[in-house]
């Protein structure tokens, strides 16, 4: 489902302050991430990426002892006003994981999990599902064969395109990926990185990545953080050839990280 709204951010992020108990992670961020496009949010490892990337579908809140202060909006609705649904966020905003971590159930079952839960029972509907998002997430080819089988017995590419279909599968708006790729062999990885360039068209995506070549390869926009601060976001060919920030430039020719 595409939310009609005439923002074209997905998310504004203003004076946004994150704290773990006493420990600010989060520093005056202050970002809009475009609709429809691929942003990517790189740094060095413990700068706050992760802290980032879940606070935009409150999947934080799992942490106890996290106090935030500043402001973020989704389709211009405050993610943290008291009207604001947890479960309802998280169907259009969607996430995957640094691990491929399926059900311990068949190829089917996985991706028929989210529809099932939103109350789609009829077998047809589910089919159609499940082959569309298989489809999407460059994977029904693979697998068409065999549905029914453990989604254990997938490669580790395919789990984690297989979970990429789970996500599809509930027709979020927003996917948000934490180093999606980081526990792939290169060409899953490559595999990932072609689908998610092509799930653009219909997505917003955030991944966090550690590696800026992946970056530079899929991303439109660019978010370099550094000790919990957003220090340069912009156009990501911007970013790699003419960084403005020092700290930038000292990060993506490789002097610390
Ligand atoms: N659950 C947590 N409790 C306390 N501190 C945390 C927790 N998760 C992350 N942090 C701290 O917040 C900072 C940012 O971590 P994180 O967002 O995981 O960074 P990154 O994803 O860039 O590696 C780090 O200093 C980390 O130690
Ligand atoms: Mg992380």
Known sequence: MTVITSNQHAFDISDFNLWYGSSQALFHINMEIPRNKITAVI???GCGKSTMLKTLNRMIEM?????TSGSIKYNDNDIFSKGQMVEELRTHVGMVFQKPNPFPKSIYDNVAYGPRIHGIRKKK???EVVEKSLRDAAIWDEVKDRLNQNAYGLSGGQQQRLCIARCLAIEPDVILMD???SALDPISTLKVEE???ELKDKYTIVIVTHNM???ARISDKTA???NGELVEFTDTDTLFSNPKDKRTEDYITGRFG
């Open 179 to 181: 180093e999606p790729t």
């Open 195 to 197: 689908l998610i360039k």
């Open 213 to 215: 070549q992946q970056a």
């Open 125 to 127: 509907i589910l089919d």
């Open 63 to 67: 942490v106890p002892n996290v106090n």
């Open 43 to 45: 740094g060095p490892s």
């Open 224 to 226: 370099f953080m550094l």
